[in-house]
């Protein structure tokens, strides 16, 4: 299960300076998480946004990673019928994409947290609480490490406020989508582009909040030269397509 010990882990390494590397998992099956858990990478992110996928399928898919890993969830949106399931599994961190405000990444927090200091319900049988095993979690609770996407023009405006929200523990950004705010959709390396991250995580980690962004392996220098320390380096989906192409090229020059 994944426990305090891994959150800890991926919590203590990023307060430690380190820079911490992970994986999309975008395939829906506990089988691919699994396997994940096993790679030297640091952490799994599992894809709920983009995916396929469901509650059921993400609590397989976190119990096949285990201690192994931490594991970070990305969701499809702050909306509390889709967070509060995956608080619920004891993940490490969650990923919440498209913050523009301050106050929406409030609220983002405030689902992370039991009152008084929140408004997370509380359940008392899930798994995050060993499924009732564990009579010090509701109030030993660690909320989980807590990151908001900034992938517009509004979250790019905010992005001091949001940062300076108590409880946002890292700001990532989507080059993807901010490409296509910024008018180069399609084009996430453009200068505009690349000058409005950088700036981004300039201000971000100023207020003591760590950054990331989704990157190519032979970027990571230049990012972290601006502070970023979370990298999501690719997918499995795309890990199995360039593995099958290579195969496929190398059965090519043989026939």
């Not at 910024?182 to 981004?200: H, K, M, S, T, Y």
Request: glycine share 10%; charged share 20%.
């Amino acid at each position: 299960m994944t426990n305090v010990g891994s959150r800890q882990a991926f919590e203590e390494r990023l307060l430690a300076g380190d820079s911490l590397f992970g994986i999309f998992a975008c395939i829906p099956t506990f089988q691919t998480a699994e396997i994940l858990s096993h790679s030297d990478m640091d952490f799994v992110c599992l894809e709920a946004e983009h995916a396929a996928t469901n509650a059921a399928t993400l609590h397989q898919q976190v119990a096949a990673v285990g201690d192994r890993k931490p594991v970070v969830v990305r969701v499809a949106s702050e909306q509390v019928e889709l967070l509060k399931p995956i608080v619920d599994l004891g993940v490490d961190a969650i990923m919440v994409p498209n913050v523009h405000t301050a106050e929406q990444a409030g609220n983002v927090v405030a689902l992370t947290r039991f009152a008084p200091e929140g408004k997370r319900g509380i359940g008392g049988s899930v798994r995050a609480a060993r499924f009732g095993l564990d009579k010090s979690y509701y109030g030993d609770n660690k909320p989980p490490f807590v990151i908001v996407q900034i992938e517009s023009r509004e979250g790019l405006a905010n992005i001091a406020d949001i940062a300076a929200v108590d409880g946002v523990d890292a700001v990532f950004f989507g080059p993807n989508d901010l490409a296509a705010q910024l008018g180069f959709r399609g084009q996430p390396d453009a200068p505009v582009v690349r000058a409005a991250i950088e700036n981004g995580m300039r201000k971000a980690t100023s207020l003591g909040v760590k950054a990331g962004c989704l990157v190519e392996p032979a970027s990571i220098p230049h990012w972290q030269s601006f502070g970023a320390t979370i990298f999501l380096c690719g997918s499995d989906i795309g890990v199995l397509l360039r593995g099958t192409n290579s195969i496929a090229a190398s059965l090519s020059k043989r026939l």
